[in-house]
Each structure stands twice: as structure tokens, then as C-alpha cells.
């Protein structure tokens, strides 16, 4: 089941630089998108979420853009600091199913100092 | 800020035992998830709750799973008989509104089964 794929595995960026991560759907269903992000031995923590109405949600340094019609979005961090460093997940959720998230197999993060 | 706690952090059981892993939602909270993930793959939904039954379960979530909530406060996953493939870590969620929202994840319980 590949319906939300996050196809890099890993990033390694330099501390104040831009942080891009991808992520891309298939299900024309999901309607609802959100980031999180996960640091070792905890849960994933909400980051960013956008809705299918809309192309772009920002909220201080992260930013999440979505393109409908190539079933893309993308997280941009910036400036991107130490304290970045871990998982992020994809998450998308179809709303006639509640929040029944669907997540990517997440990003490694590593910024750089 | 509020959070969902849940226990235990680790456990260890032999397989075949029964296995049950607590929650406590955020308290004014209405709907509650249980999700896994399995050492290297992705997060998986498991089950939703709501108004005290499930309202939502996914094909992972067969007769060996149950949830409850067995008072105001505790919401409880059991897996009655473990399987090797049990063994993931599994979180708990919690959210106030049903639709496009935010779910609040716990930290986690690793379940190991040998």
C-alpha cells in the first residue's frame, strides 16, 4: 500500500539553509494533509497541516505547499537549525473516513551546524 | 501544554500471552486512535473510537484486538493472544472534533513478543 510515498529516505542540509521535503499521493480521496515530526522514544508531533482547498500554509520558518493536480506537496523549513534534526511524516487523511491518517515512510532529517 | 501519556513504555511478553496497553487521552478530548508501527516501516491505523465504540478499525485490527475506555479516563488496547508480528511500538491518539483535525500522538508503547 503506497497510497502516500515519501520517496527520500534520508536529507542533510547546513544549519540556516532551506530544508525541502517531499511527498507525494495517489488517492484523489485525501482532502486533509499534515506534517509531523518525530524525535527518538517520542510520538510523531504536529507540525503543519493544509487543506485541499488551499496551495500553501505557512507558520514561522515551515511551510507546506500542495499541488492537487500532480498529487505533491512539500514541506519547506527555513532557515533550518540543529533542532530540526529528525523524522518527518507525511500524513494524509480522506475526510469521509474521519481521521483515519495515512502516513509516508517519513524523512531523516539531519541539519548540520 | 496537555498531552497523551500512555503505558507502559516497554513490554516484553511471551507469545500467545495477553497484552493490554493504556492510555490517557487529553481530557477534553472525544475521539481516540490507536496506530502501530512495526520496527523500520510505516505508521499504521489501527482503530477508532468514539462516543464509546469503534468507529472506525483497519484489516490489522482482527478478533485478537480490542479496545475500551474503561472510565472517564483510560483508554485501553488489548491483544489477547501476542504474535511475533505484534511486536511494534504503538501509539495512542486523541483529537477533539471527528473530521480534518489535529490528532495528538503519545509517546509510544513498545511491545516485544519472543
Not at chain 1, 55 to 69: P, Q, W, Y
Not at chain 2, 20 to 30: A, F, G, K, Q, T
Not at chain 2, 41 to 57: A, H, R, T
Request: proline share 4%; hydrophobic share 35%; net charge negative.
Amino acid at each position: 500500500d503506497q497510497q502516500v510515498k515519501q520517496n527520500s529516505p534520508s536529507l542533510s542540509v547546513q544549519e540556516g539553509r532551506i530544508s525541502i521535503l517531499n511527498c507525494d499521493y495517489t488517492n484523489s480521496m485525501f482532502d486533509y494533509f499534515l506534517w509531523y515530526k518525530k524525535y527518538p522514544a517520542e510520538g510523531p508531533t504536529f507540525l503543519i497541516s493544509i487543506s485541499s482547498i488551499k496551495d500553501k500554509n505557512e507558520d514561522g520558518r515551515f511551510t507546506v505547499f500542495l499541488n492537487k493536480s500532480a498529487k505533491h506537496l512539500s514541506l519547506h523549513i527555513v532557515p533550518s537549525q540543529p533542532g530540526d534534526s529528525a523524522v518527518y511524516f507525511c500524513a494524509a487523511n480522506p475526510l469521509e473516513y474521519g481521521n483515519k491518517l495515512v502516513f509516508g515512510a517519513g524523512t531523516i532529517l539531519r541539519v548540520k551546524s | 501544554e496537555p498531552e497523551v501519556t500512555q503505558t507502559p513504555s516497554h513490554q516484553v511478553t511471551q507469545m500467545g500471552q495477553e497484552v493490554i496497553l493504556r492510555c490517557v487521552p487529553i481530557s477534553n478530548h472525544l475521539y481516540f486512535y490507536w496506530y502501530r508501527q512495526i520496527l523500520g516501516q510505516k505508521v499504521e491505523f489501527l482503530v477508532s473510537f468514539y462516543n464509546n465504540e469503534i468507529s472506525e478499525k483497519s484489516e490489522i485490527f482482527d478478533d485478537q484486538f480490542s479496545v475500551e475506555r474503561p472510565d472517564g479516563s483510560n483508554f485501553t488496547l488489548k491483544i489477547r493472544s501476542t504474535k511475533l508480528e505484534d511486536s511494534a511500538m504503538y501509539f495512542c491518539a486523541s483529537s477533539d472534533s471527528g473530521g480534518a483535525n489535529v490528532l495528538t500522538f503519545g509517546a509510544g508503547s513498545r511491545l516485544t513478543v519472543l
